[in-house]
């Protein structure tokens, strides 16, 4: 289904036969708007985007400075390589003369959670920790060489890496995320599995029924709506718990889409 389906889907279950916008109880505009805010709302709560291959959200560059004027420049506007570089004067410091990758990353902010963190050149797979473990050893970030291990900060949308590394690499992500655009063309289709586009009509109906408005506005059937969306919520859940377990290689057929 596309953005023009869901819209017309809903306004025939809420029979608006009006066929202008001058005349109709809910314009495009605003079905769009609910439309989206439910896509949102689907995505985010049931995490059903996985994506592994869009490069702005899945892959981060890490690389040290090329030099120690790429570094200066570079502590001028950042607190973590200003750091460095009083390290990378200070004989006494581990990191006298060292140019190492930064250790904390920024993530797109479409990620809601990341399933798998690996590096391009090297056939291992990081570890994803919590920050408390690194907190309880104080010496995680003062280890060079390949981070083995990653803890993520979504109120800052931030990805941290326990060891400082010399080396130039991509980290690629596997990550559960909000869509990256909302459905604006008629010929939009969301994201999220096709088999998952039903699951609009009551969430957009419930937003339609709590418009503010005397012709609009109904209750009992927001109520109702609202309540067979939180439905259609969990059984979302549910399926992708399913999927989680079939996608895990158990030695069975249903490891395999």
């Known amino acids: 289904m596309n953005l023009s389906d869901i819209r017309a889907e809903a306004w025939g279950v809420a029979r608006e036969v009006a066929t202008d916008d001058a005349f109709r109880l809910w314009t495009t505009a605003e079905m769009n708007r609910y439309i989206n805010r439910v896509y949102r709302h689907i995505a985010r709560e049931t995490k059903c985007i996985r994506d592994a291959i869009t490069p702005a959200v899945c892959q981060i560059a890490s690389a040290p400075p090329v030099n120690v ?13 200003a750091a460095d570089l009083v390290q990378y004067n200070d004989p006494n410091s581990w990191l006298y003369h060292q140019l190492v990758a930064p250790r904390v990353y920024a993530l797109h902010p479409s990620i809601l959670d990341i399933d798998e963190c ?4 090297k056939p291992w797979k990081l570890i994803k920790v919590s920050v408390t473990k690194w907190q309880q050893n104080p010496w995680w970030e003062k280890v060079m060489g390949y981070p083995t291990e990653f ?9 941290a890496l326990n060891y400082r590394t010399t080396a130039t690499d991509t980290i690629l992500l596997t990550v559960r995320r909000l869509p990256l655009a909302d459905l ?3 010929n939009d289709i969301p994201e999220i599995r096709t088999n998952y586009h039903d699951f609009f009509l009551n969430g957009v109906l ?8 005397t012709q609009t506005f109904d209750g009992v059937k927001k109520t109702e709506y609202e309540a067979q969306f939180a439905a ?3 059984m979302l859940k549910k399926q992708e718990t399913t999927l989680d377990q079939r996608l895990h290689c158990n030695g069975s057929m249903d490891a395999f889409r």
Do not use: E, R, V
């Open 206 to 213: 419930a937003q339609m029924y709590s418009k503010q408005d």
């Open 151 to 159: 803890c993520t900060d979504y109120q800052n949308n931030s990805i």
């Open 184 to 186: 604006a063309n008629d």
């Open 232 to 234: 259609d919520i969990d």
């Open 118 to 121: 690996k590096w391009l050149a």
């Open 69 to 81: 004027g790429a570094l200066t420049t570079l502590a001028a506007t950042d607190n973590m390589a």
